[in-house]
């Protein structure tokens, strides 16, 4: 089973926020007047078409207003639609510098999004060290996602020397906090005894955790613990029944690991054009090992 594709979960905070039962109109005569914050919440109605319909060029101002009056969250969804050329051409360096206005001015999601940028190499030069060093800054201002993504760090000695356990407990701090892609990481570390003692009944635990919660790479690790009779009974239709539900979710491993259960007929009725069926869609998705398999 392959980890959770790494900061998937950052750009998913990078969404604005739901607004919903706010009214348009009300919120348009308060921007209007000066309340930044209602310029915000308007923007993120039209970015979502939440009550409104979609206008993302309408966002796009609405969160330009707000972050000149600076409200950061304004600053940092006007640097995400710039990032993915949302409603606007895309333009990485102007989304930098959005986000690094919004880490500046304190908000810990700004310094998150722009350790995730330095990462990734997107507008900038990739720099792993000043990577590291934005997401130890936005995790001790309490924010979790930042501590996950410093704990992957961590556990690929990227920008800092490999440290299993600082990982797991950053991990730990992840989970404790309510971040559910930190749950499946300590379940992922746990099931490997990886930079902590090995404790399969702990990793079902974690996974089924995060599964509850809907998160649907820790459905996937479930399912691949019931496959194969991992710190619980073999369960071939389990495993399938949960690989189904990451897949339904969006979790392109849980679909290539289903996949191979249509393939071989492993708690399911073999069926060899539904298994293409999904390693097409995995693969579509980025997953190569689900190309491998068309």
Known sequence: MSPRPLLTVVFLGLLACPVAGQDAEALRRSCDTGVAAACYNLGSMYQNGDGVPQDLALALSLYRR??????????????????????????????VSLFRQACDGGDMTGCSDLGFIYQRAQGVPEDFPRAVGLFQQACDGGLMPACNNLGFMYLNGAGVPRDLPRAVSLFQQACEGGHMTGCSYLALMYLNGAGVAQDLPHAVILYQQTCDAGDMPGCTGLGFLHQNGVGVAQDL??????????????????????????????????????????????????????CRRE
């Open 66 to 95: 707000a972050c000149d009056a600076e409200v950061m969250r304004g600053c940092i969804n006007l640097g995400t639609m710039y990032l993915n050329g949302s409603g606007v051409t895309q333009d990485a360096p102007h989304a």
């Open 237 to 290: 239709p389990r495993a399938v029944t949960l690989y189904q539900r990451a897949c339904d979710g969006g979790d392109v491993t849980g679909c290539n690991n289903l996949g191979m259960m249509y393939e071989s007929g492993a708690g399911v009725t073999q069926d060899l054009a539904r298994a293409l069926e999904l390693y097409r869609r995995a693969c579509d998705a980025g997953l190569v090992e689900a």
